[in-house]
């Protein structure tokens, strides 16, 4: 069965510092892969996502994240943190059920940023 | 901006009485769901529907109902709410059954008294 794993449930980087948020899915095919972003109180925010060609994908508020097939992994980075970045983040694996397509959402890694 | 709207952002209801969410789009997109999302927890999906097509997890009570009057609607009914009911409430949309992202609106937040 397809699932996401997030292992950080709480992460606390520094302003300035850079971050990694680790996700390793399961998914027997090709997988598509999602990060969303959620601030306090608020709905999701895609991030980026990855379905095909380069590894390595940019995505907006200046995240990147590697798809690396070997290991499972695909984890979100960002060379520099702000204190706007302070949110929870989920990563998530697109599958098919029904009569389309559907999201399974790993249980996320909430980013506390710290002056 | 084309976007995905929830109405009321914020609900309480009384144990067991019927509550009904809406959610609308202006994006034309085929598809719509509703996610249950519980206090720092992942988005549990519901059901979702592709055009008029519902889709219902296997997991969701019955106590759950959704409707989809047309394209730009999509509705929950909470038939009788229980306290384990309360959670946020994610409405999102998808441009196909194609994989693409999904997007989301703000939710809203249901209380049960």
């Known amino acids: 069965a397809q699932s996401v794993t997030q292992p950080d449930i709480h992460i606390t980087v520094s302003e300035g510092a850079s971050l990694e948020l680790r996700c390793n899915y399961s998914y027997g095919a090709t997988p598509y892969l999602f990060w969303y972003v959620q601030s306090p109180g608020q709905g999701l925010q895609l991030l980026l996502k990855?379905?095909?060609?380069?590894?390595l994908v940019q995505g907006i508020k200046g995240f990147e994240a590697e798809f690396k097939r070997s290991q499972s992994s695909f984890n979100l980075r960002k060379p520099s943190v702000d204190w706007s970045d302070a949110a929870e983040y989920f990563c998530a694996v697109g599958t098919y059920g029904g009569a389309t397509n559907k999201l399974i959402f790993g249980t996320g890694t909430l980013l506390a940023v710290q002056p | 901006d084309a976007m995905v709207i929830q109405n009321p952002r914020y609900q309480v209801t009384q144990f067991g009485k019927p509550v009904t969410l809406s959610c609308s789009q202006t994006?034309?997109?085929?598809?719509m769901y509703w996610y249950q999302q519980k206090s720092s927890q992942a988005p549990k999906l519901l059901f979702h529907y592709y055009d008029k097509d519902f889709n219902n997890e296997a997991d969701t009570p019955d106590n759950f109902q959704s409707r989809r009057p047309n394209t730009s609607f999509c509705f929950l009914d909470i038939r009788s709410p229980g306290l384990g009911d309360a959670a946020m409430y994610l409405c999102?949309?998808?441009?196909?059954?194609?994989?693409?992202?999904?997007?989301f609106g703000p939710g809203t937040r249901l209380t049960v008294t």
């Open positions: 990855y379905f095909s060609g380069d590894t």
């Open positions: 999102a949309t998808s441009r196909d059954r194609a994989m693409n992202e999904q997007y």
């Open positions: 994006l034309n997109h085929n598809v």
